[in-house]
């Protein structure tokens, strides 16, 4: 993934290529914003 995506850091591993906020509602991080996450090799390190 090259292009700029979005990643909850909650425990849920959910990934959005928009900025929104985790919609899992059984993710501790849930209704909170997604981080940015420009990983290249697709293990969505946050910057």
Not at 18 to 40: R, V
């Amino acid at each position: 993934m090259k292009n700029p995506h979005y990643i909850c850091t909650g425990g849920c591993g959910g990934v959005s290529e928009e900025q929104k906020n985790c919609g899992a509602e059984d993710c501790k991080n849930y209704d909170m914003p997604l981080e940015e996450c420009k990983c290249t090799d697709g293990r969505h390190i946050p910057e």
